[in-house]
C-alpha cells in the first residue's frame, strides 16, 4: 500500500482552487488640451490588448516557477507522528496528524490520519483509517487504547488504494489518546473470518502533533 495515499480524502477537503488569471486592462484618453511639443514613447502597459489569432497563442509559462498548490508534504516530524499538510495559497497551509502501521516486521499495512474538529460538536477531532482490501467489512474495525475498552467502527467504503473507517473522536477518546502509550487497531481479513489483525498505532508524540494540526471546518 503506498504510504501517500491517504491524504487523499482530506487532501479533497483541504484542496484550495487555484488562483484567476490576472487582468490587465488598457484604457484610452482623449487629449483635448493643445498638443504637447514633446512626445514619449509608450510605456509597456499601454501596449494594444491581443487580438484575432495572437489572443487565443499561449506565450508558455516558466517551467520552474510551476506551482506546488495542492501537493502534500510533510512539514515536520513529532514522536510517531508526521505532520502532513496541502500546499495552498494561505500564509498557513492546513496540517493533519499522520501514522503509517505496519506488520511488526516493517511491511505496511494501514494508513492513520487525524485532524481537528471546531468547538461545538459531539467530535472533538476526525481520523481515517486506510486498510487493506479483503478486509472483513461486515467485522469492522476496532480500536483500544492500552488495553481498555475496544470501540468499533463500520467501513465507510472503499476503492482501488484500501477500504475506508472514517471515525469521530469525542473528548474523552482524544483525552485518552494523549495520556495513552498506543492503540491496538484491529481488523479481520475476509478471506480468515476466524482470525484477526491486531496493529499497533504509537501514541508517542500525540498531544503535540494534536496541537500542530489544523482545525477542519464541519
Given at each position: ?30 487629449d ?11 510605456a ?26 495542492g ?33 511488526g ?22 481520523a ?18 492500552d ?44 478471506l ?27
Amino acid at each position: 500500500m503506498n504510504k501517500y495515499l491517504t491524504i487523499l480524502p482530506l487532501c479533497a477537503a483541504m484542496m484550495m482552487p487555484m488562483a484567476g488569471f490576472a487582468q490587465t486592462a488598457t484604457t484610452e484618453t482623449t487629449d483635448t488640451a493643445a498638443p504637447k511639443t514633446t512626445e514619449t514613447a509608450p510605456a509597456a502597459s499601454d501596449a494594444p490588448a491581443a487580438s484575432g489569432v495572437e489572443a487565443q497563442l499561449s506565450m508558455g509559462d516558466d517551467g520552474e516557477a510551476a506551482t506546488d498548490l495542492g501537493k502534500p508534504y510533510t512539514k515536520e516530524e513529532v514522536g510517531s507522528w508526521e505532520i502532513r499538510c496541502i500546499k495552498t495559497e494561505e500564509d498557513v497551509d492546513p496540517c493533519q496528524m499522520y501514522q503509517l502501521l505496519d506488520d511488526g516486521q516493517g511491511a505496511p499495512v494501514a494508513e492513520f490520519s487525524l485532524f481537528r474538529l471546531p468547538e461545538g460538536g459531539k467530535a472533538q477531532a476526525g481520523a481515517t483509517v486506510v486498510v487493506p482490501l479483503e478486509t472483513s467489512l461486515q467485522s469492522q474495525l476496532s480500536v483500544a487504547v492500552d488495553g481498555g475498552k475496544e470501540r468499533r467502527y463500520p467501513f465507510a467504503f472503499c476503492n482501488p488504494v484500501g477500504c475506508y473507517v472514517r471515525m469521530g473522536l469525542t473528548a474523552d477518546d482524544v483525552a485518552a489518546f494523549k495520556r495513552g502509550k498506543e492503540a491496538k487497531i484491529t481488523i479481520v481479513p475476509a478471506l480468515a473470518p476466524d482470525q484477526k489483525v491486531q496493529l499497533t498505532l504509537s501514541l508517542d508524540g500525540f498531544t503535540s502533533s494534536f496541537d500542530k494540526s489544523s482545525v477542519i471546518e464541519r
